[in-house]
């Protein structure tokens, strides 16, 4: 894995974009997450119910992982309900959660009626999707532990395609907090009323335009750039740039010297959010 940790987030959101494919064979090729993968479409064929799942620590392991669940591993009985839940019954459990990681999670894993039954688990084409969910979060995962502005800019680029209302992006702290920087919202904009937030975000953006990858991407640009600048690390810590082209490989170097050539530039509060 290529380290971004010392980077302005620009410079790492560059590189991690530059070595995005090599960085998923890396994390799928290691020894430790090689034989969760295996594990996994060795196992999941198999189970056919919510408790074969839980009760198998190491596929249920996977699978939260797989949906950044990974802090509610121990919460079992709970996601046992979540999973077991009716999604047409507006006060089952997986309607009542805000978080919309175990809706997502419930979804795609597709059990049936009191979380028994599951066509998917015998499809290789929806073990492959799952293989590539986990692979993508533990890249996530690491970006953000070294820049935590790079992190959420790759999250909004996963979730961009699913935001279809205010709403979606009010419920998820991550997501909130992207469209806040990047729109100049301040953060005390999340005191108000729930509906007062959705009307305010629906005034600055209109959310019908992510659905084009060119407006997605200048958002994320623009995100990051101001908070560079607003965390006053706009340009390039150049010590550590060094450090992580004499310890990279060579291809690892020549994209951090592309780096290099971008374009400082300053910033005044007038035009932060310009």
Same mark, same amino acid.
């Given at each position: 894995?290529?380290?971004?940790?010392?980077?302005?987030?620009? /410079? %790492?959101? =560059?590189?991690?974009?530059?070595?995005?494919?090599?960085?998923?064979?890396?994390?799928?090729?290691?020894?430790?997450?090689?034989?969760?993968?295996?594990?996994?479409?060795? /196992?999941?064929?198999?189970?056919? $119910?919510? +408790?074969?799942?839980?009760?198998?620590?190491?596929?249920?392991?996977?699978?939260?992982?797989? *949906?950044? &669940?990974?802090?509610?591993? *121990? %919460?079992?009985?709970?996601?046992?309900?979540?999973?077991?839940? #009716?999604?047409?019954?507006?006060?089952? &459990?997986? /309607?009542?959660?805000?978080?919309?990681?175990?809706?997502?999670?419930?979804?795609?894993?597709?059990?049936?009626?009191?979380?028994?039954?599951?066509? #998917?688990?015998? &499809?290789?084409?929806?073990?492959?999707?799952?293989? #590539?969910?986990?692979?993508?979060?533990?890249?996530? =995962? *690491?970006?953000? !532990?070294?820049?935590?502005?790079?992190?959420?800019?790759?999250?909004?680029?996963?979730?961009?395609? +699913?935001?279809?209302?205010?709403? +979606?992006?009010?419920? $998820?702290?991550?997501?909130?907090?992207?469209?806040?920087?990047?729109? %100049?919202?301040?953060?005390?904009?999340?005191?108000?009323?729930?509906?007062?937030?959705? !009307?305010?975000?629906?005034?600055?953006?209109?959310?019908?335009?992510? @659905?084009?990858?060119?407006?997605?991407?200048?958002?994320?640009?623009?995100?990051?750039?101001?908070?560079?600048?607003?965390? %006053?690390?706009?340009?390039? /810590?150049?010590?550590?740039?060094?450090?992580?082209?004499?310890?990279? =490989?060579?291809?690892?170097?020549?994209?951090?010297?592309?780096?290099?050539?971008?374009?400082?530039?300053?910033? @005044?509060?007038?035009?932060?959010?310009?």
């Amino acid at each position: 894995m290529i380290p971004i940790s010392g980077l302005s987030s620009i /410079n %790492g959101l =560059n590189i991690v974009d530059a070595t995005r494919d090599k960085q998923l064979d890396l994390i799928r090729n290691s020894a430790q997450h090689k034989r969760e993968i295996e594990y996994f479409k060795a /196992n999941i064929k198999d189970v056919e $119910n919510v +408790d074969q799942l839980v009760d198998d620590s190491r596929l249920y392991s996977f699978v939260m992982r797989a *949906f950044d &669940l990974e802090d509610q591993i *121990f %919460g079992k009985a709970m996601i046992k309900k979540v999973l077991k839940s #009716n999604i047409e019954e507006s006060d089952a &459990l997986v /309607n009542r959660l805000t978080d919309p990681r175990f809706r997502e999670m419930y979804q795609e894993m597709g059990f049936g009626t009191d979380g028994e039954g599951n066509l #998917n688990t015998i &499809l290789t084409r929806w073990q492959d999707r799952m293989v #590539n969910r986990y692979v993508e979060r533990q890249f996530i =995962n *690491f970006q953000d !532990e070294q820049n935590a502005t790079v992190g959420t800019a790759l999250e909004f680029r996963r979730n961009a395609g +699913d935001i279809e209302s205010a709403f +979606d992006i009010l419920k $998820n702290t991550q997501m909130t907090e992207f469209f806040q920087t990047a729109l %100049g919202l301040p953060s005390s904009l999340s005191g108000l009323d729930i509906d007062k937030q959705a !009307e305010i975000i629906n005034k600055k953006f209109d959310l019908e335009t992510l @659905s084009d990858p060119e407006v997605v991407e200048k958002l994320i640009r623009k995100y990051v750039a101001i908070s560079d600048a607003l965390n %006053g690390s706009a340009t390039a /810590n150049n010590g550590a740039l060094q450090m992580l082209t004499a310890t990279s =490989n060579a291809a690892a170097a020549s994209i951090i010297s592309i780096t290099m050539s971008i374009d400082r530039v300053g910033y @005044s509060a007038s035009r932060l959010y310009s």
